[in-house]
């Protein structure tokens, strides 16, 4: 994948977790990464760069080096957590383990 294309994906919705957190806590748990609640059994997961920002699913690690980025790794978020934050977009940005 270009780098052109990997940016326009990345800015075609710019999340970030940390912009606007609702947590309570800096501190990382397997806890919804949004809200802070406990995660569900199999939770929906979020791929995230270092700056924050969350990143699509089509994204991989080998994309976020080409322009110069790094993972954070991927972080649990609840459903309704997921729907709010990405709205119609859930599906490109989150997934299950077991996907």
Known sequence: ??????IGLI???????WSNPKRKSATQTSDCE???????????YVH???NGIMV?????????EKIGQQSQ???PIHDECAKTVFG??????????DD
């Open 56 to 64: 699509p699913r089509k994204i991989k690690e080998k994309h976020l």
């Open 48 to 50: 995230i760069m270092t």
């Open 73 to 75: 790794g991927c972080f």
């Open 1 to 6: 994948m270009k780098k052109n294309k990997i």
């Open 88 to 97: 119609g977009a859930v599906e490109d940005y989150c997934f299950r383990y």
């Open 34 to 44: 949004y809200c802070g609640k406990k995660a569900a059994k199999n939770p929906l």
């Open 11 to 17: 800015l075609n919705i710019t999340v970030s977790i």
